[in-house]
């Protein structure tokens, strides 16, 4: 999953992938309010939706390589690239016969089987690769009121088959079929202690999703240094949640329903230029995004009191996009020492949203009647919107090149999406424009042939930016607004010494995160910092290889304090952890032992305690996340 990439300089990866930050940005949101990636993921070039990562489409079996870009890569990728990218590559079709085969197992029921065939299907001409991974697992929480001890059980399945066909032009053109499900359990505990990990709630935490990808390259050399790509990708996935809408052991509120479904279609052009002095690529996108939610479920309206009753709401939701961008990057190189890369990128954007929201009371109420059904009146109704935006986002950078070192000083502009929110209890839709940031960063590399040096300096200014906002104590009374601007700075350092038989690695990010403007309702959130956004992460690794098939790595990982809420009010604590891996290799089998979080350490990401304005309006249950506990296991590869 996603978590490979987890304590990268900078990066912190959630439990289970369903979050994670980047230079203290989060993928969903400073306020979480967004199902739009603040950093792209992009798996064999095809985007992932937050649907799709949710299915697993992040999986690692049969890859070739994965990359982590850091910053704002809005040139080439347009929207909701504020942070960076994920990029993750699986091998492609070879011409020639091999294959691979794996099983594993691991604590807590932790099993998993692989395999990938690759075939020449016609000499020089038709090659293909088939691939499937199964992960399945119960977890380590257990639920106290319906007796489940696989409350956090997990299973996965991903299945893709590859075709490349060598063109008579000279051409070649690959076509590429993927399947993720996955079914998950809670990802979260509500015992109060970090090593407890308990459930009390009556009904057991599930969600299924589902995605399917369909994409096609067509890659033609046109000689004298040019060269045509063409990507199209069509992407469709479905999630269904079923949950304890009150969160307790006792019956009050029953099940919660979530079903969300999406699709992705999108086609891309990249004219490519190179020789010794020039690096061109001219580029046309555009695709449609569609996001589908039904939310079904009993709301503890206050009646006075302290007392509540269940009241029916379903809240159905749909959201559209369509997107055509121009861009054009060129790298020109001066002389053997300076170059220079300018890039811009014209993006139309078009967002549709509509919203329809349906309450019913479920309990005669006497005289009390009148007051629930002008309430659920006033809130209910059908809201629709839409906006179209031009926006242009300019890239300038300076190289400079001396020897072994290599110096880059970039500006950078990004932005995320504009759209349409919904207030329900004024039963109004007001739009919202995009957010932009400005981004400044310093680099410096020294490529060794034993030593690799490398370090970054960035700042973020983020102005615009989209917000949550309560505009009275009503729940159902708020709105996204473009209220705030903020900032970001800080750093990355990376560094790999390779001394014989061992080699050691340092990785250490440094990141600060304020609001400058941030006001709501009462609250103001001026100087206060993001959350999910530790301030500093550290990654040490040390390899041995006594023999030369054996190879030990041990791994120390330090993330510091985070803030989980815009309040600062609740806090994740400082986390060090180790993990150990050994790998040897006997002829065609790779042979490999792991133990994760080697001391045990337990710690509580995010404190869901329960409040008093949660406990008064009708939810008193807690919902806390925790890392892992320890994990032990084993796993045997086959290669021919």
Known sequence: SIAVLNARPNVQINRGGESFSVRGI??????????????????????QTDLAVAAGSF???????????????????????????????????????????KLGIG?????????????????????????????????FTTNATTGNDAAGDRNKDKAGLTLTKRLSDGSELSVDGKFHRLTEGAPYVQSLEAGADELTENVDYDQKTTNYQLSARHKKDLGGGWRNDVIAAFSSSRQTTRSDADGEAADRLGVRADDASDHFASVENLLKFQNDQIKNVLGFHSHHYRLDDDHKFLLPFPVGGGITT????????????????LF???????????????????EYLHNKFGATIQGDRTADLGGGNATVDNYLRSVSGTNEGGSGNFILLPRAAYLLDFGANHLGASYTRAYRTGGVSVNRRRASAVEYNPEFT????????????????????????????QVQVQLSSDPFDTQVTNASRSQIFGGELQARRQLGIQAATLGLGLTRTRFKEFTSGTTNYAGNEFPYAPRYTV???HEIRPVAPLTLTTTARLLGKSFTNAENTRSAPSQVQFDFNGQYSLGSFVIEGFVNNVLNRRYRLVDGTATAASVANGYPAT???????????????YLW
């Open 539 to 541: 990654h040490l690794a």
């Open 328 to 346: 054009d990057s060129f790298l020109y190189r001066i002389n053997e020492n300076h170059s220079v890369n300018v890039g811009a990128r014209l």
């Open 623 to 637: 919902y806390n996340r925790v890392n892992s506990p320890r994990e032990l296991g084993a796993r045997v590869t």
């Open 26 to 47: 989060n993928n969903t949101g400073v306020t979480g309010f967004q199902r739009d990636n603040l950093a792209s993921i992009l798996v064999d070039d095809v985007f």
């Open 59 to 101: 999986d690692v079996w049969d890859s070739e390589r994965t990359e982590l870009l850091l910053g704002p890569q809005s040139t080439t990728q347009g929207i909701n690239s504020l942070a960076g990218n994920f990029l993750l590559y699986h091998i492609a079709p070879r011409f020639q016969s091999e294959g691979a085969a």
């Open 107 to 139: 604590s807590f029921g932790q099993r998993e089987l692989g395999a990938s065939l690759n075939r020449e299907l016609e000499a020089g001409k038709l090659a293909g690769r088939l691939s499937y991974n199964k992960e399945w697992g119960r977890g």
């Open 438 to 465: 400005d981004n400044y960063e310093l680099s410096y590399k020294l490529p060794l042939e034993d030593f690799l040096f490398s370090a970054n300096g960035f700042y973020t200014n983020w102005a615009a930016q």
């Open 310 to 325: 269940p009241v029916a709401v379903e809240q159905l939701s749909k959201r559209s996009r369509i997107t055509a961008a």
